[in-house]
């Protein structure tokens, strides 16, 4: 059974019930055969993304349609999409414009296209008029109708193909909230995903523990903030409260969790973290800019100042985390003053892994109007010399691995990527391992 995703307080469940009824009646049409129609689904941007192309996934497989990753051997194509970098949006451009030809050598087929980037207004109307090839646009908030949509665009009539088992899986993301109330100044987000609304704890764990029952062994729990979860259901849960109960949940698995706003990150949080045996010890802490003059006119509420203090206390409370964040260089107005302010700060903290980004001007949003008189050139100097000294510190730090043991699965209980020699068998179980060797982006090990 499908959880469905946005504004669940307002679907009514009668409405969940009419769009699993359409699954199975298209699910009745398309095996009526005995072929399995093939769909591919094409994941662009955030794990929020991730975690509704699975529903997209699970609303097909629903409806009786196998996977592939082969364009030509696919009879329904979703793409979804993202909006938070100019970059991603013209790789689905040019992408999307290149499924002429499979739609060509493969008449029939259906070609959705939904996600944050069609959510604005000018992206919508642009895929509508110049991109006949696409069948059907759909946005975040009306994932839930996506069987509705497949009924309407006839989805089903071409059922040919052959089957294709889906890949068992490890890891799971597990949605806790959606949308962001914080409006950063570059960020198109709060205007795509809209306002915060958070699941109730009920639905979370009920879904936590069929994702355990199903054998998964990591649960990443999602959302734009989930720093602030609960504040919106008055049920007097906060986000340490739901790691918790998560955490109470008996079986063998790791609870990581994405992205939390250092302007509301708790002191209660790192203890409950450290206090969580199945809670790893990593937190994703975007800090964006080093210089307090930037960070305010990004609107982040917080300064370099509190950013470093919560770093000290987290680490206080795990001497072991794994620390990560995410920089924006060339934001309208940064000076070579003001980047230097983020060298250091990413030389104070000494990030385990760093998502390192060049400003993109995204319409609509207060940054898009700020003066900006540096150059791309002068962004890319700034943008090098931090990947540089990102590089540089990974490195260092995967050193300080090197002849330990850790308890993991393919990645550290931090998030570090190990390549192992060991028995196929051990594939999504935990295992003891020593560290040998390292690199800039891998530890290597062996099984003990
Ligand atoms: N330009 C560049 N990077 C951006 N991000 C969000 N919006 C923009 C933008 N307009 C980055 C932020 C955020 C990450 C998911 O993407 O660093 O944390
Ligand atoms: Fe965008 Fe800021 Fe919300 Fe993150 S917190 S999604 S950067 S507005």
């Not at 349609?65 to 909006?83: M, S």
């Not at 109307?125 to 309407?152: M, N």
């Not at 975007?286 to 982040?300: C, H, Y």
């Not at 892994?353 to 962004?379: E, L, Q």
Request: glycine fraction near 8%.
């Amino acid at each position: 059974m499908l959880s469905m995703p946005y504004e669940r307080k307002e679907i009514a469940p009668e409405k969940i019930r009419e769009q699993e009824e359409i699954c199975r009646r298209i699910f009745d049409r398309v095996t009526a055969d005995g072929g399995r129609p093939l769909a591919m689904v094409d994941t662009y941007g955030c794990q929020q993304n991730e975690a509704d192309s699975e529903k997209i996934r699970g609303y097909l497989a629903e409806m009786g349609y196998g996977f592939t990753q082969d364009e030509f051997q696919a009879d329904v194509i979703v793409v979804n999409t993202c909006a938070v970098r100019e970059h991603a949006e013209m790789r689905v451009l040019g992408n999307v414009g290149a499924l002429n030809h499979t739609k060509k050598a493969r008449p029939g087929q259906i070609i959705a296209v939904c996600g944050c980037m069609v959510q604005q207004e000018h992206m919508a109307k642009k895929l509508k008029l110049s991109y006949p090839v696409v069948d059907l646009v759909f946005g975040p908030h009306e994932l839930w109708r996506f069987p509705d949509f497949a009924a309407e665009k006839n989805l089903g009539a071409v059922a040919e193909g052959i089957p294709q088992k889906r890949d068992g899986s490890v890891k799971a993301w597990l949605s806790i909230m959606y949308g962001c109330n914080n409006f950063c100044t570059y960020c198109v987000v709060p205007y795509v995903r809209g306002r915060e609304r958070s699941r109730r704890p009920e639905d979370v764990l009920r879904e936590a523990r069929e994702l355990i029952a199903a054998g998964y062994k990591e649960i990443t729990l999602l959302g734009q903030n989930v720093n602030s979860y609960g504040k919106d259901l008055d049920c007097g849960v906060d986000f340490a409260d739901l790691i918790r109960m998560v955490n109470d949940i008996p079986g063998d698995f790791l609870i990581r969790f994405m992205t939390s706003h250092p302007k509301d990150a708790t002191e209660k949080l790192f203890r409950t973290m450290a206090e969580c045996e199945k809670c790893a010890h990593q937190l994703h802490l975007p800090v964006q800019a080093g210089s307090d003059r930037i960070l305010k006119a990004m609107n982040r509420s917080y300064d370099r100042a509190k950013y470093l203090r919560q770093v000290a206390l987290a680490r206080q409370y795990m001497p072991d985390l794994v620390l990560t964040t995410d920089i924006i260089v060339g934001f309208p107005g940064e000076t070579d003053e003001d980047f230097a302010e983020t060298l250091s700060l990413v030389e104070e903290v000494r990030y385990d892994a760093m998502f390192t980004f060049i400003y993109s001007k995204r319409v609509g949003t207060p940054a898009a109007s700020m003066p900006d008189p540096y150059t791309r050139a002068d962004k890319q100097k700034h943008f090098d010399a931090l990947t540089e000294l990102a590089n540089r510190i990974s490195g260092e730090k995967h050193r300080e691995y090197e002849g330990k043991t850790l308890n993991l699965s393919s990645r550290t209980n931090g998030g570090r990527l190990v390549h192992l020699k060991g028995d196929p068998a051990l594939i999504g179980q935990f295992a003891q391992a020593s560290i040998t060797a390292s690199n800039t982006w891998a530890l290597y090990g062996e099984i003990e």
